[in-house]
């Protein structure tokens, strides 16, 4: 089983990416009965479904990128705008618009705003090294956006590689990773490990990056963090990785989580919270946390059980470890591959996708759903499908975010033959 789902994997990151951030919101208490709504359907010429996650502005207008597409096919930046109960798709931003494609191209993770309405995200490729880049989009006043590189990485110890999305500080400080480069030559073909890196705004328009942690997939360490980060009120950061640490199948790891914090002299430290073995493997989205200091992600993969992935949460302990419990084991037709991770509502109850599983009638591999777990009187978890997806239109959901009244909202990728993506919305 182990053998298929890495397969599947390995299969799906070449057009999703795993960056979706936390949300909190007042979600109604009942889904039984809950509507689905398909808001929006990406044409089939060209392929270019949505694959990172999605966001909200004020306005209620929803932002996320595309791998392909746009006007050489590598990838865009997308607005959706309701217009008289309508919702009509604007291309912000094409990439390798370029020469040599120095602006960026394939942006796998989504983007995030400011507080003046600029976007910013990261590119798996493109640069001025052909090695990924951090960049923004400014909105003007004639409805038209203009792209800066903030930075190119260069594919040796600044790290390589952005599938993920990028998270801000209180000073306004980006924060990311990639999948790719560092320091060790234990990964990749000496590509190194992977890195966590942080942006600063300089003078101008210049931006100074950091690398805060360099990954070493030795001694238990992790490998290749696919996902992106979380930040904690104490300005800490919190990640997963996808691969690396001291379970090993298949002759790679079965992945870490992790924290990284400030070490008190102007440097940063790595703290391994918990490497994943038989309670789940490989987990590759990032990570959310509660009001409590409880972390919850999913895997996409298991050793025990069904082997289709789970939701776990992990608890501190006194003495500075922390546990893990799994709350919920996916079992094919509940479900199967939760590449995206989870969201918690303000009543503790979690939310997400699974990209597979579902309904089999229609796609091979089940068209995926859409999951709440609540926790019972007797404090174990219950799962309710609140939505199987059938292939008409969606297929392969990606992630869920709260609207401002508590709606979910989501992306699905599609096959590619017939859907092509979609953007939905689910009422109680």
């Known amino acids: 089983m182990y053998g298929k789902c890495s397969r599947m994997l390995r299969m799906s990151l070449l057009i999703i990416a795993v960056v979706l ?6 979600v109604p208490a009942a889904w039984a ?8 359907k990406f044409p089939a010429h060209p392929y270019a479904p949505p694959t990172g996650g999605l966001i909200f502005d004020k306005a209620g207008n929803i932002y996320g990128t595309t791998y392909l597409g746009g006007d050489a096919d590598d990838g865009t930046v997308f607005k959706l705008m309701r217009r008289h109960g309508i919702w009509e798709r604007t291309v912000l931003y094409s990439f390798c618009s370029l020469a040599v494609c120095s602006d960026g191209a394939d942006p796998i993770g989504g983007v995030i705003l ?15 090294y052909d090695m990924g880049t951090v960049f923004r989009l400014t909105p003007h006043h004639d409805g038209s956006w203009s792209e ?10 600044d790290g390589r590689e952005p599938w993920a999305g990028l998270v801000f500080d209180q ?22 490990c992977g890195v966590v890196f942080q942006l600063s705004p300089g003078k101008g328009e210049k931006w100074n990056e950091a690398v805060l942690y360099s990954f070493k997939g030795t001694d238990g360490d992790g490998s290749n963090p696919i996902a992106g980060l979380i930040l904690d009120q104490e300005g800490n950061l919190y990640g997963t990785t996808q691969t690396g640490g001291r379970c090993r199948v298949d002759n790679q790891g079965c992945g870490i989580a992790f924290e990284v914090l400030p070490s008190g002299d102007g440097g940063w430290n790595e703290k391994i919270l918990y490497s994943f073995g038989d309670n789940g493997i490989l987990p590759s989205a990032g990570l959310t946390l509660d009001a409590f200091g409880n972390l919850y992600g999913a895997t996409v993969d298991s050793l025990t059980g069904c082997a289709t992935g789970v939701v776990f949460e992990l608890t501190p302990n006194a003495n500075g470890t922390w546990t893990e419990a799994v709350l919920h084991e996916f079992c094919s037709h509940d479900g199967e591959d939760p590449f995206a991770g989870v969201i918690l509502d303000s009543a503790g109850n979690l939310y997400g996708t699974a990209a597979f599983g579902g309904d089999f009638r229609q796609c091979t ?18 799962e309710s499908v609140l939505h199987y997806f059938a292939d ?3 297929d392969v959901p990606y992630g869920v975010i709260f ?4 709606n979910l909202y989501g992306g699905t990728q599609g096959d590619g033959t017939t859907t092509f993506g979609s953007v939905f919305e689910i009422t109680p």
């Open 33 to 40: 009965g809950s509507g689905y709504k398909t808001l929006y």
């Open 114 to 128: 400011d507080s003046s309405g600029n976007l910013y995200g990261t590119t798996a490729g493109g640069g001025a």
């Open 21 to 26: 951030a936390p949300a909190l919101a007042s």
């Open 392 to 394: 008409h239109p969606g």
């Open 365 to 382: 591999y089940g068209c995926g759903v859409v999951f709440e777990l609540k926790r019972n009187s007797d404090g174990r978890w219950h």
């Open 148 to 157: 800066s590189v903030l930075h190119s990485f260069e594919g040796g110890a």
């Open 171 to 192: 000073e306004g400080r980006l924060y990311g990773t990639t999948a790719a480069g560092g320091g060790s030559s234990a990964c990749y073909q000496n590509y190194g």
């Open 403 to 406: 609207d401002a009244t508590g």
